[in-house]
């Protein structure tokens, strides 16, 4: 989705209304300031040019973190927007943040202690009822807010919102102190903290700007007046403007509790094209990028410019809603998984270093299974599947392919050609695709939020190290992506999610594993190596395999 998320209409439809006037890894990245078009900033007394320029790849889908669920909103968000749980810098580890320890005297209960003195940004004190006020307000959102294009996150980890989710209720013990319970256990509690879906914003600014007035539909919701133009945390930076397919700015914030760094500004410079995003890169008015294309790899390293990789805590997937026609037939998803030529698709169109994937988690997740049902690349037995389940040469398979276009994620750098080496794959074995394509706002929408979908792209990055953050998130609820009812696999991945040792879990997820593989809801691809580009100004940046990656952190050189 993230990611995520998962993963979801251009970003113009989204906000309407006029929005757009609203382990740390050392690296090298050459341009002076006087190179970048109109990011120069101003100049810290070392003369270094405080403006760090980064080149994105889209829109933030809302600058209200609650509806956040995509990579491009994440990097955003984690600028000016805290939780009470962070990461180990260079992991995806747990780590105090807001939360300075927390405790767990029972299966559902959780004491956070907080840090004190902190502000938000608009000058509200940071505490327990902020906490609470925050937790609350999730769990009551209704209508289009609840749906799965918004609030994506709580939904598929609090499994719903009111009386259905499996949050209980917040009290602010002290200013200090916020006691969370669950209703039922869930061993990925903490670490599921760290996603920017569980941002603390400022109950000042949430009521003053109306953060629960969005509209239209669940396939084409708007964001509310506080959604486009006025998020308000206690991160390093804050929000200074947005406009809409052009930039986002945010500047330094001068009350931040935490350390400040080099940077001062921060845009992200949207540049769809993966070719433009390396031009704007070599021409100096950037100074990095994420979602390095395979191609591009050699020639920025050979002109100086500095690669980084990030581990690979990701999915790509070929996903099926079997509420399409002809889907819901497991002789049909066998078929279009014996189709494909994993390792072909890796050698001609996915970065150096990427595997192969058996199954919807990578291998450090607890529960990755080496024994899952494996469907290697068999053309022949696949046409005879596709016979057995009643087509021919006269009467073809004819399904909906959709990806997305102008758009590049850690598991998917380019799926305009991924799409063009499964479509010959698969028209190969006689499937007639009807491709259909939509930017990646419009996208996620039409995939999460809406069901005239058929098989389609999308992917993974990890956003903590939990398996039910991978086959939890995908498969722990009936969702429009899938478009199956599978009672079973739901409740196994329920009663996997509260198991309370590593152990436990070790067993239930590969069990999990396994079933999911024999019910082939979709066909894990690959897990691509995600990799950035710099300029060599940037003379650190904090890398992380999940892209928990705050640019106070980063040091510049010129």
């Given at each position: ?35 970048r078009?109109d990011?120069g900033?101003?100049?810290q ?5 405080s ?32 939780g009470?749980?962070?990461?180990v810098?260079?992991?995806?580890d ?6 300075k320890s ?17 502000k ?26 609840a ?5 994506y ?22 200013e ?6 669950l ?24 009521e ?21 133009g ?6 390093p ?10 930039q986002t700015?945010?500047k ?31 021409a ?6 994420d ?35 002809g ?20 050698t ?27 469907y290697?690349y ?5 046409k005879?599947?596709l ?32 799409f063009?080496?499964?479509?010959s ?19 996620l ?11 389609h792209?999308?992917g ?19 969702t ?5 009812d ?19 879990q ?13 019910f082939?809801p979709?066909?894990?691809l ?22 928990d ?10």
């Amino acid at each position: 989705m993230e990611g995520a998320q998962h993963m979801l209409h251009t970003a113009r439809r989204r906000w309407l209304a006029g929005a757009a006037a609203v382990a740390v890894g050392a690296i090298v990245l050459t341009a002076c300031a006087s190179q970048r078009d109109d990011g120069g900033g101003d100049e810290q007394s070392s003369d270094v040019d405080s403006t760090f320029v980064f080149g994105a790849s889209g829109d933030p889908a809302s600058l209200d973190p609650a509806f956040a669920s995509d990579g491009e909103t994440f990097r955003v968000a984690r600028q000016m927007f805290e939780g009470l749980v962070g990461t180990v810098p260079g992991t995806a580890d747990p780590a105090p943040l807001l939360a300075k320890s927390w405790e767990q005297p029972d299966d559902t209960t959780y004491i956070f202690t907080l840090e004190e003195g902190v502000k938000f940004h608009d000058g509200t004190d940071f505490n327990a009822e902020a906490v609470c006020y925050n937790f609350d307000r999730q769990n009551a959102f209704t209508g289009v807010a609840a749906s799965q294009s918004m609030a994506y996150y709580w939904g598929v980890i609090m499994r719903g919102f009111g009386d259905e989710s499996i949050y209980d209720s917040c009290t602010a013990d002290s200013e200090t102190q916020a006691t969370i319970t669950l209703k039922q256990p869930f061993a990925g509690f903490i670490p599921a903290l760290s996603l920017p879906s569980f941002s603390i914003q400022s109950p000042t600014a949430l009521e003053e700007y109306g953060a629960d007035d969005v509209g239209g539909t669940e396939e084409a919701p708007v964001q509310s007046e506080y959604g486009q133009g006025h998020p308000t945390g206690t991160g390093p930076f804050v929000f200074d403007s947005i406009s809409i397919g052009e930039q986002t700015v945010l500047k330094a914030n001068p009350d931040y509790w935490g350390e400040q760094g080099d940077v001062q500004e921060v845009i992200f410079r949207v540049i769809g094209d993966t070719t433009a995003r390396r031009q704007a890169l070599e021409a100096g008015s950037i100074d990095g990028y994420d979602l390095v294309a395979p191609a591009d790899l050699k020639s920025l390293e050979d002109a100086g410019f500095s690669l980084v990789n990030r581990d690979p805590f990701n999915v790509l997937y070929l996903g099926m809603n079997q509420a399409a026609p002809g889907l819901s037939d497991p002789k049909v998803r066998q078929a279009i998984a014996l189709a494909i030529d994993k390792d072909a698709l890796i050698t001609q169109v996915l970065p150096e270093g990427t595997v192969a994937a058996s199954q919807f988690m990578p291998e450090a997740v607890i529960g990755w299974n080496e024994d899952v049902t494996q469907y290697d690349y068999d053309p022949e037995a696949a046409k005879a599947l596709l016979a057995e389940a009643g087509y021919s040469d006269a009467n073809p398979l004819t399904i909906t392919f959709n990806y997305p276009v102008n758009i590049s994620r850690p598991y998917m750098p380019n799926p305009e050609q991924i799409f063009t080496n499964l479509q010959s794959q698969l028209e190969a074995v006689g499937i007639v695709l009807n491709p259909v394509t939509n930017e990646w706002v419009e996208y996620l929408d039409l995939i999460q939020g809406g069901t005239d979908n058929a098989i389609h792209l999308l992917g993974w990055t990890g956003d903590y190290n939990d398996p039910d953050n991978f086959v939890g998130t995908f498969f722990g609820l009936p969702t429009n992506e899938w478009g199956f009812d599978n009672a079973e696999l739901f409740q196994a991945l329920t009663d996997a999610r509260g198991l309370a040792t590593e152990d436990e879990q070790e067993a239930a997820y590969k069990a999990i594993n396994e079933q999911i593989m024999e019910f082939l809801p979709g066909v894990p691809l690959a897990h691509p190596v995600p990799t950035l580009a710099f300029d060599a100004r940037v003379t650190s940046y904090p890398a992380s395999p999940v892209q928990d990656e705050v640019y106070n952190m980063v040091e510049l050189s010129e």
